[in-house]
């Protein structure tokens, strides 16, 4: 068995051996549909800006840009909320590069949090 398999079956501390350490579905298609839409909308911006101003594509891209923009508010709404309170929990940060790791995550979503709300 490879490192990687070997860390997705150990087991969490304190949970009495019986809960893996991987994320459940629902995160992880949670996750992938975010980054996804990330690459789009970020694919769209920078497209249009190839097209002939007033040009229709040009005007549907951006309508395509603010509709998956508003999908990708919604996902992160419910990512947010399925973390929070259903989501799988993974152990507590207990060395530097845990604990560094943890407050990278917290920043990518406090600035896609930012992206959004600046559109």
Excluded at 40 to 67: C, M, N, T, Y
């Amino acid at each position: 068995m490879n490192e990687n398999a070997a860390l997705l079956n150990k087991e969490v501390p304190d949970s009495g051996g019986d809960l893996p350490v991987r994320y459940d579905r629902t995160t992880i298609i949670l996750h992938w549909l975010t980054v996804v839409l990330v690459v789009v909308l970020f694919a769209l911006a920078e497209i249009w800006d190839f097209l002939e101003h007033g040009a229709p594509l040009r005007k549907e891209f951006q309508s395509l840009h603010i509709s998956l923009g508003i999908l990708l508010t919604l996902v992160l709404i419910i990512r947010l909320g399925w973390r929070t309170t259903r989501g799988t929990r993974m152990p507590a940060a207990t060395n530097l590069q845990e604990r560094l790791a943890k407050g990278m995550q917290h920043a990518l979503y406090l600035l896609l949090a930012v992206q959004v709300a600046l559109g």
